[in-house]
């Protein structure tokens, strides 16, 4: 296998890693066609103002247990789709067991022998296994349902999957309603099998039983795609792994010999191309802004990763970065600090010593609390509404309206300036947030709160799919307004752009929050092996000095 | 040639206003249609049901009358609608709001005194009020969907209003009949114009359509109103109480349709009877989108719902056909309206069918 080179060892430079990705991407282009049991090539799908896949290309051998990494939005689901044959794809062909298809349907393409299983079930609740079994089944296929039940009997012992066929699936655990799902593509004669994310709904427990399944699966031939964000699984479970990056290939690489950050960093970006290193704040005053205290809290969400004992405190006049792949509780924290959810003990949470953790995101909003979530259409703006109004949305304390009625000509004002000052491309105030384009509806809404002069402003992925130039404005933006004394927490997945702007930094992983320290006594290594789950660096930190020294990032 | 329906990239705002119009020439088509099977002239059934009630001015001043119950409803539904609240309670409001305001009306009507009949009305707007009231506590306390328990509520209303006019509240000298006693003057709404049914009800719901439109167009209020039904996630983002803005708008439509109620009973009927509404609570749903949630849609939509209803008992009177048929115009418009509204985000494209193509450009090229 030609992607199968060499580990990388846990400290290597940056610029071995960008040369090992070009040189696995042009590889996996090239790749011999001999006996794979799907091969795809320059895989290309396009969606309005996003190509979701550029060019991507792959291929799986029989009984090989083949991983497809990526950040959310990375274009994962979309290239799953097209395989399975749910989506069609602009351009690029694909061969399954060396002969060129066309995927047309899900139908064909388990005829052909791929199954799916996916991230949300697709199972009726109120009727057993061996029902929702024979539905999926053509009449042939799922002949009597005695036989049927008995073939699903077999393939659950053999394969280790206990189900009882009979039980009602409202009664299944989550893990078990995914053995049903798995089982269903397994009373077909299944030669691939596309897994989405399955373990984001499994407890550790279920999720080493999976594993054991989809080994079995394996050394019998059936070949596995399993679509992950977690490295540590990929690497207990997969032979090999294809990254994809904001739609295009990062890297391939054997996860079972490559060390989690590197994965990690072909995940989120390529590091020897650091942005201009923006000012250091120049000093912070000594008072606590922020502070997180214990804050240990389940998610809202069904599938939301718990917080774990979150402490952090934060200064006016500084930038804290926290980096984190995604799903690592980022969600969970800026819902918990804009009040979207609220902590269940107030004291989780100090704004200026002030118990925030039960007051609403309007209260919080009141005493100088701005956030941009990460959604910007559905949660940061309102899709059909004007940018007038979109700024209204949560501009309302800026005087803009009196004894509860609207002042027009401020509010067209208010969305004006945002607009002049961050150069946002619009139609005028007039129009509708969702004709503009993800940048620039991004720059409006960093916008709408940046000039609200807030003391805090929590920020999610703040130039996620920005690009380079609007980039550059939010961010001298925050810089800007960090200087005027705002404290300014900034999540995002980007290390690159944390590494540019934030003066501390930390990372999430699995709901628990790494040490946080000046980004001058850190290098971009250790918050690699921070977002993998390894805190404890001390030991490492001086090799790591040494290696990556503090005065690579050039001040501007 | 095969139609092919695909999205369009962007909703049609002409679609947006056309499509009410459209269903209402559909409506007017199939109702031709349906006239024809019943073996009538369409376009005397058609001019019966449409231009025969209101050619004199009483006509007029009947479409006000039959008007007003359901442009107040409606208001008062727009506003659960544009806040996405999916209230179908109207009618079981306003048969409460009848309900209360009688009984208030029965117990205070031998009083001479001035303040009885706005405390009647009152009265009427809390009775419905209260009965939003449960579907609110529910969804917001609860979570329940407030579509089915609304709808329950209306039947429960339906109900008890009928143990009242058989109970309780029954003329004791009405030879048993299953009605109140008539009220009196002093708690009966004054008419408008002389020589009319015209009464204060179609005052009350004009006023409800300027001061609604005011409301969602110009204050924070309804900014924040529209911003829940448009996008919940943004509005509790921001800030907003979602819990209030639901309240809000269940409330006030339960008042209005109240005071709908109690205007029926102390305007036009003069009594409570178990028969109070020909399903104006139902039809102003209609309306409401019929007019796109605009106070002025809704003004002109509950005028034409005003006329579907005279129509069919003038059909009656007339040409001796079904009153249901008043119904089925009511329900066909519906279907035509949710059917037309698909032309909003989708359009119908044409496409030439295969078969002239059977010789490929390449072919062509080649033979040259």
Redesign the interface.
Known sequence: MPASHAAAPGASQPTETQRRSSENTIKSNTVSPDSFRIRCQNITKAY?GVVANDQISLAIRPGEIHALLGENGAGKSTLMKILYGVTAPDAGNIWFDDQPIALKSPAQARRLGIGMVFQHFSLFETLTVVENIALSLDKQQAGNLKNLAKRIETISSHYGMPVDPHRHVHSLSTGERQRVEIIRCLVQDISLLILDEPTSVLTPQEVSNLFKTLKKLATEGCSLLFISHKLQEVKALCDQATVLRQGKIAGTCDPRTTSTEAMASMMVGNQTTLGKRYRFSTGTKKTHCLEICDLTELSSSEFGTTLKEINLSIQPGEILGIAGVAGNGQKELLRFL???DLTSSAESIKLKGKNIGQL??????KLGVA?V?E?RL????????SLS?NG???G?LQNL?AR???QRGRIHGYANRVIDQFRVKANGHGADAK?LSGGNLQKFIIGREIIQNPELLICASPTWGVDVGAANIIHEALIDLRDKGAAIIVISEDLDELFQISDRIGALCHGNLSPIKPLQHTSINEVGQWMAGVFDTEFQDEQLHSETPVKEYELS | MRIAIERR??DSNLMKYLSPVLAIVLTLISGGLIFMIQGQDPWAGLYTFFILPVSDSYGWSELGVKAAPVLLCAMGLSVCYRANIWNIGAEGQLLMGALIGSWAALSWMDSSSSWVLPAVLACGAIGGLLWALIPAVLKNHFNTNEILTSIMLNYIALNLLLLAVHGPLKDPHGFNFPESALFTDAVTLPIIMEGTRLHLGLILGLFAVATLWVVMA????G?QL??IG??A??G??????QRRLVYFSLLLCGALAGLAGISEVTGPIGQLVPSVSPGYGYAAIIVAFLGRLHPVGILLASLLMALVYMGGEMGQIDLGLPLALGSLFQGMLLFYLLACDFLISYRLRIQPSVKPMAFPDTSTGVSQ
């Open positions: 309005p804009s009040g979207e609403t995101p309007g209260k919080r909003r956030v979530p959604e559905g949660r940061g703006a309102v899709p059909d509404m109004e209204l949305l949560t309302f309206i509860g009625f609207l004709s | 990239p962007y110009r204050t924070f209020l900014f529209k911003v448009l996008d996630s943004a509790h983002f921001a800030g907003y109480q």
